[in-house]
């Protein structure tokens, strides 16, 4: 999986800070981490690496939002989005892993981008959206999220055109993000790619940092109102376009 006698001495800056800021925004949003670190910590770790042991890290994170915010959750959307999610992650695995992956990243990187700034520019929510958005949402997202493991921003975007709170936006987004990556966790487990000393010590070495970005996100997020916490997601959202971009271009 890796050797970890060679890993780079910078690797013990660069992890505990990249997982403090990327939990930190989870903390705020309820999703981004993943598009935050792998990019980063890919410099130094392979990606076989660094999806399972961030799914372990997501989903530990989520259960913790979910737990402490469970009432805020919305049950009735996420009986809508999951099983079609589910149908998603299929469609991920049997389609999507045969499509050019940059071609992925630049369409959902756009896609992004331009949800992002019409939430930056139009921050109140003056119409709901239809609720038959919740299919094309959940297949999209579990697509994507079985392929970068970055269903996010989709959850995010059809949430914030159904939601009007920002505590029931978060909450519910990261109930979705904790069964997403509970799932992917199952597979990855099936597959082998977690059967591995190394990722469960990179967890439990990290998880301290997880803890302390996602409390330095909770406190960010009490003190936002709901047109700072839609223009907040609207940033995060350009900024895992960018991101995008910037792997595919690079």
């Known amino acids: 999986m890796i050797d970890v006698h ?6 013990l800056l660069f992890a505990p800070l990249t997982i403090v800021i990327a939990y930190t925004i989870f903390g705020i949003s309820g999703f981004g981490s993943t598009v935050i670190a ?22 530990s994170a989520a259960i913790l939002i979910g737990t402490k915010g469970r009432e805020h959750v919305s049950r009735t959307e996420i009986k809508r989005l999951v ?12 389609v999507l892993v045969k499509v050019d992956a940059d071609l992925l990243r630049v369409a959902l990187g756009v896609f992004a981008i331009c949800v992002g700034l019409h939430g930056i520019l139009n921050p109140v929510l003056t119409s709901t959206i239809s609720k038959w958005w919740s299919i094309p949402a959940g297949l999209v997202g579990g697509s994507i999220a079985t392929v970068f ?13 159904r939601l009007h709170d920002k505590n ?8 979705l993000i904790s069964i997403s990556a509970f799932s992917r966790a199952v597979l990855y ?6 059967l591995h000393w190394t990722i469960f010590a990179g967890m439990a070495l990290l998880a301290p940092f997880v803890w302390l970005g996602l409390r330095m996100g909770s406190r960010i997020h009490v003190g936002l109102t709901q047109v700072q916490m839609k ?5 995060l959202l350009v900024l895992t376009g960018a991101s995008l971009f910037v792997h595919v271009f690079k």
């Open 38 to 59: 792998v990019p980063i910590l890919a410099h130094f770790l392979p990606v076989t690496f660094l999806v399972p042991l961030m799914v372990l890290l997501d989903m």
């Open 168 to 175: 029931e936006v978060r909450s519910t987004i990261s109930a």
């Open 189 to 194: 487990a099936i597959g082998g790619l977690l």
């Open 83 to 94: 099983p079609v999610m589910f149908v998603g992650f299929v469609i991920g695995v049997t």
């Open 231 to 235: 223009r907040v997601v609207g940033v």
């Open 6 to 11: 060679n890993l780079s001495p910078w690797l």
């Open 149 to 161: 493991g970055a269903g996010g921003p989709i959850y995010a975007t059809y949430l914030g055109g």
